[in-house]
């Protein structure tokens, strides 16, 4: 669960430490007051994009941490991830840091327990530990991509419906490869002659991997035969042979030196200096004679040399490459040819297609089954979950239409259908639910899919918008109910909903030296009665609406 939220010059906050606690946490204050600034900053700090109007007004970099404490049976599968991604575990195995910087020139950095982190990495340690249910959340109900998710991510589905996916992908691609082989015709025909043609040609001249270079060195050496000999040959005279050579004037000062150390030893570092200079100059000579003695300058060979440059080059100015990528050119020539030969296959096509579109099916049929079961399951915890928020007799059915032809996501259109009263027929949730009843449904769906979710951490963000009176009230129980077995975060505006909290947080602003600061403030038993008060009553509280307040608390 999240521990600790440290903020600084995070848009009009300056510095924050916020520590938190299991169970039901609320959050309230006065409208702007920076509630879900907050929220902000755990999404950024799990990998939300970032941009620099975020910093907080004359300041240069914001920051944002959080600390996580891992749920020992998840341990194993976070320390395992994070060798994976080259990160190291914290001391006590328990926890996770993450942080994130941003810069005025817009620049971001992300890390985790102090590495160097991708946003993507950020991202994959954040799905496993927070889910957030944002304040428009029930939007998202009437598109039918997100109705189809969200039935998989709660039905751990999500897996399954990749391998269908990748199989549809494979079913619809070798299925097109077979149209264009049968509508290809003369054409293929061509174009199959011309890489026969091509990769026959290639394969007689036998390009070698790395020729090119060594050919060009063996014909620099042949057409220089002449140069290499006389210009060795006037080495070794210059160091041994002449006359004057430099292995006799440096024998004769190293011998004269040599003899000097008897009288001052301090000479003997230069009298072996000169002595390992006699070893080398030595050795040079001996290399320079052995290096003669081998040159091969055959004549025949340089002719044999020039005609397989000339064979080479022609080849490559034919195909437009470079002399020495023919051998890639050879190869890549053969595996077209070797595709497009396959793909004129008519029968091995078909027989390909029917393989893939049978394993897509088996796939698919396994996707449809199990979605719905979910789906029955779902309608009816949902449906039990609408009666309590005033829409006794409403009911919610998750309608799986069969599709003429199967898509990447299976053979079946996902609908969410409403009824908001007994006698109704239930209908599209775009087509009958009103604001204030997709809000309700979409909270219930919320709660409902959450009690199955592995997620520690809960963030609901003024989901409950658009509800009040006793709706609310249950809306605060289910959520009180909920942070039993989960850690619960909510952003609200209702009373009834933070009386039901085991925590509270109140957000706040004020101005400081011509800036304005947000402030969180951990409330007491009375400070709890003065807050939901000033929720109830507003700006004038009255000893009614403390009384009222007081209610609310000890229920």
Not at 188 to 209: F, G, K, M, N
Not at 229 to 258: H, W
Not at 358 to 375: E, G, P
Request: aromatic share 4%; hydrophobic share 40%.
């Amino acid at each position: 669960m999240l521990q600790t939220l440290s903020l600084r010059d995070f848009v009009i906050v300056d510095q924050l430490e916020l520590d938190f606690a299991g169970g039901f946490t609320v959050l309230t204050g006065e409208t702007g007051a920076g509630k879900s600034i907050l929220l902000d900053a755990l999404s950024l700090v799990l990998g939300k994009r970032a941009d620099s109007s975020q910093i907080r007004e004359g300041s240069n970099r914001a920051e944002i941490s959080a600390l996580f404490q891992i749920e020992s049976n998840l341990i194993p599968l976070f320390n395992q991830w994070l060798e994976e991604q080259g990160f190291q575990a914290e001391e006590d195995g328990q926890s996770l840091l993450l942080k994130r910087t941003i810069d005025s020139n817009g620049r971001s950095r992300a890390f985790i327990n102090g590495g160097l982190a991708t946003l993507t990495q950020l991202r994959e340690a954040g799905d496993q530990l927070v889910d957030i249910h944002g304040q428009h959340a029930h939007q998202l109900l009437l598109k039918s991509g997100a109705q189809r998710e969200l039935l998989g991510r709660h039905a751990s589905l999500l897996p399954l419906a990749g391998e269908v996916a990748q199989a549809f992908k494979a079913f619809s691609d070798s299925r097109r490869r077979l149209e264009q082989a049968e509508n290809a015709g003369q054409d293929i025909e061509c174009e199959r002659e011309r890489l026969e043609w091509q990769v026959e040609e290639l394969t007689e001249l036998a390009p070698q991997e790395d020729e090119w270079a060594t050919i060009q060195n063996e014909h620099a050496r042949l057409a220089n035969g002449a140069k290499l000999i006389g210009g060795c040959q006037e080495a070794i005279d210059v160091l041994s042979d002449a006359d004057n050579s430099l292995e006799s004037s440096l024998t004769k000062v190293s011998n004269n030196i040599s003899a000097l150390t008897q009288h001052d030893p301090a000479l003997s570092s230069i009298s072996e200096a000169l002595e390992s200079a006699q070893i080398q100059l030595d050795e040079a000579v001996h290399g320079l004679n052995r290096y003669l003695q081998k040159l091969d300058l055959d004549p025949a060979r340089l002719e044999q040399v020039e005609e397989r440059m000339q064979a080479l080059h022609g080849a490559a100015r034919k195909y437009r490459t470079e002399a020495d990528a023919l051998p890639k050119l050879l190869i890549e020539t053969n595996e077209r040819l070797e595709a497009l030969t396959a793909s004129q296959n008519i029968d091995a096509l078909r027989k390909q297609v029917e393989q893939e579109q049978a394993a897509y099916l088996q796939l698919a049929k396994q996707l449809s089954q199990k979605r719905s079961q979910a789906a029955t399951v779902l309608g009816h915890q949902v449906t039990q979950a609408m009666q309590n928020l005033s829409m006794a007799g409403g009911r919610l059915e998750i309608a799986l239409a069969p599709l003429q032809e199967g898509g990447s996501h299976g053979l079946e259109q996902i609908e969410f259908l409403v009824a908001g009263h007994a006698s109704s027929a239930p209908r599209s949730l775009a087509k009958v639910a009103s604001g204030g009843e997709l809000a309700r449904i979409g909270l219930a769906i919320s709660v409902i899919t959450s009690k199955a979710s592995f997620t520690p951490t809960l963030i609901f963000d003024e989901v409950d918008a658009g509800i009040g009176g006793a709706v609310a009230e249950t809306v605060g129980k289910l959520l009180h109910q909920l942070g039993q077995s989960h850690q619960i975060l909510c952003v609200t505006h209702l009373p009834q909903v933070a009386a039901q909290g085991n925590h509270h947080l109140k957000v706040s602003k004020s101005q400081n030296a011509d800036k304005t600061v947000s402030q969180v403030q951990p409330l007491g038993r009375s400070e709890r009665v003065e807050e939901i008060a000033r929720m109830l009553g507003g700006a004038t509280i009255t000893d009614t609406t403390r009384r009222h307040a007081r209610e609310l608390l000890e229920q």
